[in-house]
C-alpha cells in the first residue's frame, strides 16, 4: 500500500525567506509524484508531478521539488516566499501500478508567510 | 479549456437525507475520481470512473455510491446522511493515466 508522510503540519517563513515543506513517501513501485496547493475555500491546484522523468522537477509560481529515491523523499522547495504562498499544500502519491487514477495524500502542511 | 466544475458548491442537509453532487470533467477527460476532505481524516479516495465504469474504490461504506454519463460527467450520491458526511467533496478529471485536475468542490454540511 501506498503512503505519504508530510512532516510539519504547519510551517512558518518570512517573506523572502525559503521554504521548504517535506514529504516523505512509500511505494511498492516505480511512483508519480505530486504537491498540491489548497487556497481557503478552494479546490486543489496542481504546483508539480513527477513521474520519472527528471529529480529535479520545475513547477508554477517558483516551486520546485527534488526526487530522491534512496531517501523516499519529494520535498518541495521555493527560494523567496510571497505572501501569497500562504496556503496549506498536499503531498500526493499514485497508485501502483503507474495508473495515476487514484491518489494517496498527505495530511497537508499549512503554510504561513509572516511579512 | 474550461476546468472542473461542481454543483453545488454548498448545501446544507439533515441526517437521515440523501444528496447528489454534481461534477463536469474538463473536456476530453474520461477520467473522473471522486474524493472527500475532512479536517480529521484528510483527503480520501472514494471511487473513480472511466468511460461509465467504476475503475476503483475506497474504503467508504455502501452509502456512498456514484456513477459517469456518457458524456463524461459525474455524479456522487450519499444516502442516509450522517453528521460525520460533513465535508468538502472535491472532484478530480484526467485523461487516462495522466494527471488528476481539481474542481473547486461541494461543501456539505450535515445537521
Known amino acids: 500500500a501506498q503512503s505519504v508522510t508530510q512532516l510539519g503540519s504547519h510551517v512558518s517563513v518570512s517573506e523572502g525567506t525559503p521554504v521548504l515543506l517535506r514529504c516523505n513517501y512509500s511505494?511498492?513501485?516505480?511512483?508519480?509524484l505530486f504537491w498540491y496547493v489548497q487556497h481557503p475555500n478552494k479546490g486543489l491546484q496542481l504546483l508539480l508531478k513527477y513521474t520519472s522523468a527528471a529529480t529535479l522537477v520545475k513547477g508554477i509560481n517558483g516551486f520546485e521539488a527534488e526526487f530522491k529515491k534512496s531517501e523516499t523523499s519529494f520535498h518541495l522547495t521555493k527560494p523567496s516566499a510571497h505572501m501569497s504562498d500562504a496556503a496549506e499544500y498536499f503531498c500526493?502519491?499514485?497508485?501502483?501500478?503507474?495508473?495515476?487514477?487514484?491518489?494517496?495524500f498527505g495530511k497537508g502542511t499549512l503554510l504561513t508567510v509572516n511579512p | 479549456k474550461a476546468g472542473v466544475t461542481q454543483t453545488p458548491r454548498y448545501l446544507i442537509k439533515t441526517r437521515g437525507q440523501q444528496v447528489t453532487l454534481s461534477c463536469s470533467p474538463i473536456?476530453?477527460?474520461?477520467?473522473v475520481s471522486w474524493y472527500q476532505q475532512t479536517p480529521g481524516q484528510g483527503l480520501q479516495f472514494l471511487f473513480e470512473y472511466f468511460s461509465e465504469t467504476q475503475r476503483n474504490k475506497g474504503n467508504f461504506p455502501g452509502r456512498f455510491s456514484g456513477r459517469q454519463f456518457s458524456n463524461s460527467r459525474s455524479e456522487m450520491n450519499v444516502s442516509t446522511l450522517e453528521l460525520g458526511d460533513s465535508a468538502l467533496y472535491l472532484c478530480a478529471s484526467s485523461s487516462r493515466g495522466d494527471t488528476q485536475y481539481f474542481g473547486p468542490g461541494t461543501r456539505l454540511t450535515v445537521l
Open positions: 511505494s511498492s513501485y516505480s511512483p508519480s
Open positions: 473536456s476530453g477527460h474520461r477520467s
Open positions: 500526493a502519491v499514485s497508485d501502483s501500478g503507474g495508473s495515476n487514477y487514484k491518489l494517496t
